[in-house]
């Protein structure tokens, strides 16, 4: 386990580069292997989550290669081959989620696994609508590994309870394999990459406010660019709004609506944030975010805007413990089913530091200006999300802070400690 202590410095200044989108990485990848020829992607993301599922992906007989550090060259037949040997997941609930839609429609036995914390993740939001569709899915208890005998698929209508988008994305690529118009719904809308990335590279979709259908389709090789994750830049921007004098440029970040919840947020807590430069690239919309150091009021999160900033409520509720009054956040309840269970992590964690939060069924209420003293040793939980925010808690906290188990934070943000140390001003 790699100990990492968040030091002293005056504040932060400067404009970087947030590494590459993890979904779009994802996405990215498995979509060109189902098309037939040769897709270039550039700027692919380094995590281990990404680099996963290209794993798996060459297990199933694509050929992926790199032609520089950020450059993939993905050849395909447009089918996959039977593996020889179990699929090995890593840590990435989006690599096993959606490759069980690619696998169920493949005419072959396979197995999915996964590490320690993977194998404890909910797979029957995935399982029992790909056995409607006609796969033959066997798990132990819901879990993985999954072992999945694929073949023909027929169309299906399914509501989804939850609004997520690792189950409507491996749903929509079981429907692009099946027979007859698959039908998705849920009751908010999850973040659509998938959606506009098929559309995209010519699948036969169709959107309809939080329902997407899909016909059996052939994907086209693709030459994509992949976008900022703003995922990884709320770290960066969570710091720099409670870190005084600080002001920073994030360059090249992906502005879809549908992740873009925690920047507003951040403008309803009075934050100081600005986009620059907004354009489009992939059908994607990209800009460049300016935050400075501010004032902030606590709110209400809650309902429709939860699913389009459920990765980034850990790092919120370190902003909301500098914010003036309450923050409430509600309907989260999915945040127990991540790599951990993130409500009670995230409490555990902030009240150690000092911070005047408690946890509830479905999220959590933190009651601002508490002082993080700082002065102790924080578990990670096996969890790089919980990681990266608990550090930007120590960069704001008043004595130093030592994090247990950082080398977690390298399954998304690799370069995250050395991207930090560029714009602090010591």
Not at 168 to 185: D, N, V, W
């Amino acid at each position: 386990m790699r100990k990492v202590v968040v030091r002293d410095f005056r504040y932060l200044n400067g404009e970087i580069e947030i590494p590459s989108d993890k979904s779009l990485s994802h996405r990215g990848v498995i979509f060109s292997s189902l098309a037939k020829g040769r897709s270039i992607i550039r700027n692919f993301s380094d995590g281990k989550d990404p680099l996963s599922t290209i794993n798996v992906l060459r297990g199933a007989g694509v050929k992926i290669e790199f032609i520089d550090e950020k450059t993939l060259s993905v050849c395909s037949s447009g089918k996959f081959q039977p593996p020889v040997y179990d699929l090995d997941c890593g840590n990435s609930g989006t690599t096993m989620r959606l490759m069980s839609g690619v696998l169920a429609g493949q005419n072959f036995k396979s197995v999915l696994c996964g590490d320690l914390s993977l194998s404890k993740r909910p797979m029957k939001r995935v399982i029992e609508p790909l056995t409607l569709m006609g796969a033959k899915i066997t798990s132990s208890a819901g879990t993985a590994p999954l072992i999945i005998q694929g073949g023909d698929l027929h169309s299906i209508n399914y509501t989804s309870q939850i609004a997520s988008a690792q189950v409507k994305s491996c749903i929509l690529l079981a429907g692009m394999q099946a027979e007859g118009r698959t039908i998705f719904s849920e009751p908010y809308l999850s973040r659509n990459h998938t959606e506009i990335l098929l559309k995209y590279m010519g699948a036969d979709i169709k959107t309809d406010g939080n329902t997407v259908s899909i016909e059996k389709s052939e994907l086209a090789p693709v030459d994509m660019t992949i976008c900022g994750d703003i995922s990884s830049a709320a770290y960066f921007i969570a710091a720099a709004l409670i870190i005084p004098k600080s002001r920073l440029v994030l360059k090249n970040i992906g502005l879809n609506p549908t992740r873009t919840g925690i920047l507003d947020v951040i403008k309803e807590m009075g934050g100081n944030i600005r986009i620059l430069d907004e354009r489009i690239v992939c059908g994607e919309p990209v800009g460049d975010i300016m935050v400075e150091y501010s004032s902030l009021k606590g709110c209400k999160i809650s309902g429709g805007i939860i699913p389009r900033l459920i990765d980034e409520i850990p790092v919120i509720a370190v902003l909301a413990s500098f914010a003036g009054g309450d923050t409430i956040i509600s309907d989260a309840q999915d945040l127990r089913n991540k790599e951990s269970d993130r409500i009670k992590s995230v409490v555990e964690g902030l009240k150690k530091m000092g911070a005047d939060i408690e946890e509830t069924d479905d999220g959590m209420i933190i009651s601002g200006k508490s002082e993080l003293k700082g002065g102790c040793c924080l578990d990670t939980f096996h969890d790089h999300r919980l990681a990266m925010s608990f550090y930007v808690a120590g960069l704001a906290a008043q004595k130093e802070v030592m994090i247990d188990g950082f080398e977690w934070a390298g399954i998304s943000f690799p370069n995250f400690e050395n991207l930090f140390e560029k714009v602090k001003v010591i």
